[in-house]
T-cell receptor, first 117, second 113 residues
């Protein structure tokens, strides 16, 4: 296992289309997070899961956004009816929790860059 | 609401210089603070993690300090190299916010050969 994996790395879509991003966390990490980063800014928290339960959602996560982690392993982030303002890098991170390895450190993937035309 | 500020926003130095990046946060009730590096168009690479009970952490040429009571952290880079050129981000995790991190906007570092 080499780290957090995200797919696709780049996505260009037209306004109004739906897009879906996938994240595979580090094995045995039971916490998974989604962040959004726009150019020149720091990442902003969107949501996080502990196993399959979505425990927290940011106000940034409008009703056009939905995230799932059905089996407590990989996660998907879907954006419906995309808008130009959705153009950003979508970052996924994972961390162990309630284990001897849990230092609270987050490990990030390479991100999925979305461009909405 | 936790706010994180990083100063300076950009820094350009000649190779070999020692440098300090600053991070400040408004709510001192933090669980930990993490420094990341981000190369253009890439994800975040964790550099150092400091727990709230710790004062500093070191990894190679990097040293991060934490003064929780004053809401400050510094990242010290010794003997900078062109390969250190990147954006450096600090992020704090609050004690009671679950697992969310609040990030600063980053310091864009350029080390010139």
């Amino acid at each position: 296992d080499t780290g957090v994996s995200q797919d696709p790395r780049h996505k260009i879509t037209k306004r109004g289309q739906n897009v879906t991003f996938r994240c595979d966390p580090i094995s045995e990490h039971n916490r998974l997070y989604w962040y959004r980063q726009t150019l020149g800014q720091g990442p902003e928290f969107l949501t996080y899961f502990q196993n399959e339960a979505q425990l927290e959602k940011s106000r940034l996560l409008s009703d056009r956004f939905s995230a799932e982690r059905p089996k407590g392993s990989f996660s998907t982030l879907e954006i419906q009816r995309t808008e130009q303002g959705d153009s950003a890098m979508y970052l996924c991170a994972s961390s162990p929790q309630d284990s001897r390895a849990d230092t609270g450190e987050l490990f990030f993937g390479e991100g999925s860059r979305l461009t909405v035309l | 609401k936790q706010e994180v500020t990083q100063i300076p926003a950009a820094l350009s130095v000649p190779e070999g210089e020692n440098l300090v990046l600053n991070c400040s946060f408004t709510d001192s009730a933090i669980y930990n603070l993490q420094w990341f590096r981000q190369d253009p168009g890439k994800g975040l690479t964790s550099l150092l993690l400091i727990q709230s009970s710790q004062r500093e952490q070191t990894s190679g040429r990097l040293n991060a300090s934490l003064d929780k009571s004053s809401g400050r952290s510094t990242l010290y880079i010794a003997a900078s190299q062109p390969g250190d050129s990147a954006t450096y981000l600090c992020a704090v995790r609050r004690e009671t916010s679950g697992s969310r991190l609040t990030f600063g906007e980053g310091t864009q570092l350029t080390v010139n050969p």
